[in-house]
């Protein structure tokens, strides 16, 4: 059986692996102050073209949004997101549980726009009787696969900052969509088209990490002790750093996740060779393929995915995920499958 | 200008007052062990058939429910409510500020049903990723005026009791609710088919104070402590104590609502005699006439209303609400304006 | 028997009710914004000299501490408090249960120096592995009693000016300590050394009521939705507008805090012929005197007080509290029951 | 310089990075499904005789405390904790921000007795103004290198059992207590005679990761949903299974833990037959020895430690640890440069 469920099914990169025997013995300072760590933030700086940033290693993408959201807000200020939001969808009320409101928006794309923003800010306007909001989460890509453009993004930051929202990117999977082949933006872009957003490493090689980065760092002074609070801090934070010099080094980020695009783009381009349509319109690494259910309880016996929805009584959506690891073989099998699956169906009918 | 914008516009029923008067100088216990309130949970509890219940009173409505909602809800537990409910729409987050996700239910009648919390569940299934859905939060009457029958409050009761969630009544308005026309529900059912209900006082003669009715003690035996905790004993508690004392003594609390409906029923008669209908059924305090705009811009120079709802160009739902303490000559003269203005209104067009 | 366990056993003053009827049918707005709320804000105002403050009436004393401190302090921030402070010993943990440490200061006399302060500083260095001492609270008069002096207050603002800490003073009973005999502080005065601070109207004279009074607004501009959110907005805000009305024209206020002093100066002075000492020194009406048992045993037949502590075997200190409400007739007996037992006593022996 | 601040300086022990270069591309489930994390409970099970645990496995000892704290206390329930408890004294006020008051019980040895919790019990008995005492913290071995003896712990549990409270232990450093000379209690021991407890991996030779034992799993039925909910839940939970794989398979856990002891006490041995003694009694991995202020300026030329405290004008103590890293020879050449120094010192005098 081969594993298409998620971006976190291998280890890490044998690179990041090779690092932490090379450093093993070395003694080092606690707490993110070793100099593995130091040299990753350094690195990362160049890459977002701003020295001022504060550059945090934390270890999973849940902690990390409820890290900045716990930091930026009061709690009678509330969070806006799209109802597919990690935030909203797949965190426990992890947001909830710090206290703050997430207003959601629904979103056929996954995205938030400046005018189902401005709907929100009007329904929410009888001060002090509701909730005020105060910061839009977005993810790119998001957890449908969308990307969001240079322009959208420099529009939802504008209309953000008109009306003192803070803008959060949760960048999970940032990666793949800096390389996705319909993407315009670059890290230098987000940094300064964000107040904060974090770059993930968990689905994108890392034994476990996500790099967080306030790209004006008075807005949270104290940003170290919520970490410690929270109980986020790695006693061996070169465990974190580790990971990050490795995949800032030479590029490695950025080509393992266009591998997994790669990977995800041959599915796309033989799903429609085979005339399957999509769910939504992704260009990274997760798909959502609708597909005859005869043929996906024949690629069950092969393959492990989510069955994602249910389309009509012959028809399914299925979530497909490639990553750093996707075996090209695999794929190119995968390919073949469903085109002689497809046959067979056919036949069968 | 004559108010009709809540039901909390006048101080409270003069024979309160009159207790506290004659009481005042009585030298007695603090934080709710006064002869006062004990004497009115003694009475509240015959009114309810339970001896066994827990009463506690506490100052005003967002208290109260936050209150019960921290006693039985742990942080990773969901409140399931209707889009309407006033945790969700007029609290300012107070439940999420305590940690807890509110999950909607969309409905035009402002009430729940067990196969819309039916649908809740299977949405929240995925375990842990998302919260778990623990307690059910209903109003009666609700925020937009209609009413829970006995078997729609047994129904739900079965389906909650089947599914280990709690029931919990807002009671803001309960007295509405019990002297509508239409009701078929008693205190003492009320006791029976909820897991913790609370009376609401502010809304119908007090000068302040909801009571709290846990139906089983046994749920929350520290309830003390949290309303401590939370800022919610008052020192003189004998001040809700003397409300809730006045009010149940001869059913005065009852006469109280059943004056506030009586009123409303006037209008509501006057409305449909003249034409016009309404946005939901109410058959308690608050109605929601829909109104030529024309006729509501000539009605705000005489009386205070909330515009609640644009329906199209010409026509506007606007929130009417009565009280305890609605003067009946205003009633008929506000009847004889609408009467008035429409003929006003028509000759002009 | 006779209760002198604290100074909220009685209703209101007179004034308070008689007003509560006047006005009783007037239609008001609802949270705060009714005529007499607004009326008492301008009066009390002027009482501090400083157009500029905000303030906000709500319930009772530990309302309003969590209040302050949740509006202040983010979570990683402490509170410094002497042991004996309110928040500390009585709340149940209310401040903890916002997510604040109370770092306490062992004190004789219940008050907080600015070198107790530094220890706490020092001790709390190793950012972040440790929170961060932010807001100091005091207690005017103390919960045993004593007061701050001007110069005392003065040094603690400066002091907590230079290391960027809040000064919060809870007033519960500021009335007490503004009309102690060797008092030189004012209500003007106090606006000027704290960063924010309340007027206790619970244990003076109100049913119920506290003011809270911040000397810059700008500290907390979203203080409304804070209030609303914890459950401390109440509907019918002018039952707190009314009280403070009242007690603020014509001095009332001050005049019922010194009835309540002069009833406490008698029976120190009686304490004091009689040859008994006190726990602490008080010129409030809290008094700490320390007394035989055998003498206690006798009190305790015609009077409710608080045994406090034991001092050794034979003697016992008590707590007394008097009130706007103590009778004079009732203070003369008792001390002349002292004089009374204690030759009853002697003899005895 | 050699670095004697902490007991992780280092990275893991070379089994476990070989073991995570071994399973690299095994696909794996996430969030501790994977058969690493599932056989590494299996045998930490046997180990503690107690097929009915639950054990769940994350990154850190502040994390590991914030989570079984939050999972069994309500917010008005407390812990009792030593003073110099790390949950008190070092977790930037963890347990707070969960909204629980820690008691605190100073203790010469770091260790708390049946008779000091007996006395907070008193303490805290006016309810409801005070919190609920209901869960007591200590740690094993404590943050002053002391050990608890079978017969102390079995007093403790049937104290707390008696007293309807929890016994929580904190086992960041449990390998050095149960290696230690003096040490009579097992694994097995500690399944039986507390609630809960953790074994530390982080300080005894993992990269990370701490193990939580849930000795009745009734105690907290979601404690699944609380992991996820705080951010504790790696996606990549085979991380953490692999460290716990290979330091309790083949003893090793036990193994390093014994170096370490082994070191300190060598260090310990040199310590006292150059005339030196120590501020605490250890016979783990941490120690404090009383040098001459002037020793420990030429030691520090050489080796990175605490000064701990300052005894007098020309003692101090510091606090040295060891680890199952530390080096034979180095802990060889400090000691003779501690006799050599001694000598020199002793001349210059």
Redesign the interface.
Known sequence: M??FK?D?????H?NI?QK??E????????YGEDEYSIEAKKIIKQHIQNEKASIYFV?????????II?ALL???E?VISAQTGHIY??????I???????ITIESMDGKITPSAIEQVLKAYS???????PKLVYISNSTEIGTLYSKSELADLYAFCLQHSLYLFMDGARLGHALTAGNNDLTLADIAQLTDVFYIGG??NGA??GEAIVFNNPSLVP?F?????????????G??LGIQFLELFKDNLYFDLAAHANKMAMKITQAMEANGYSFLTYSTTNQLFPILPKSLIQKLKEKYLFLEWKEINEDYSAIRIITSW?TNEHIIDEFINDIKQLKVLITKTI
Chains 1, 2, 3, 4 share one sequence.
């Open positions: 081969y594993n998620n976190y099914t291998e280890g890490a044998p692996l932490l025997i450093t093993n013995l070395s003694q080092q300072n606690g270890s999973g993408g849940t902690q990390t949004n409820l890290l716990s009061q709690l009678h509330a969808a797949h965190e426990t009320g992890a909830e549980a710090l206290g703050h409101r997430i009888m001060r002090p009787h509701v909730v005020k968990t689905k034994l476990l104290d170290d002790y919520i970490i410690k609070q929270k109980g986020a801090l790695l006693a061996k070169r465990v690891a």
